[in-house]
């Protein structure tokens, strides 16, 4: 059964850093693509970053860019969001979500349509 799992969200400072993860279970990163979207109250979900299942392609919404990198360990079949210099306009639930692609492919996208399994998020507070 495919399931994501996230974590390591917290309560961080303005120019704080998080590192979240995104453990992956019942398939294998290669056949698939990864996105990290965030959705804060009021506001609709938005894609922060995305990586292809061949691991050589990524993506990040401008708002972000600079800031935060996406990574993956194949080997712990686990995604990873490294977010520096958070700002408050930060605080969101982030979800990690997936779609199959072919074996090793550079496909990617920041939509969150173009994904069909999604995890449960985790929170992400920027605040003094």
């Known amino acids: 059964q495919l399931q994501l799992v996230e974590s390591g969200g917290g309560l961080v400072q303005p120019g704080g850093s998080l590192r979240l993860s995104c453990a992956a279970s019942?398939?294998?990163?290669?056949?698939?693509?990864i996105g990290w979207f965030r959705q804060a109250p009021g506001k609709e979900r938005e894609g922060v970053s995305c990586?292809?299942?061949?691991?050589?392609?990524?993506n990040y919404a401008d708002s972000v860019k600079g800031r935060f990198t996406i990574s993956r360990d194949t080997g712990k079949n686990t995604l990873y969001l490294q977010m520096n210099s958070l700002k408050p306009e930060d605080t969101a639930v982030y979800y990690c979500?997936?779609?199959?692609?072919?074996?090793?492919?550079?496909?990617?996208?920041?939509?969150?349509?173009?994904?069909?399994?999604w995890g449960q998020g985790t929170q992400v507070t920027v605040s003094s």
């Open positions: 979500a997936t779609r199959r692609t072919d074996y090793l492919s550079s496909a990617y996208s920041l939509s969150s349509s173009w994904y069909h399994y």
């Open positions: 990586i292809s299942s061949s691991g050589g392609s990524t």
């Open positions: 019942g398939f294998t990163l290669n056949y698939y693509a």
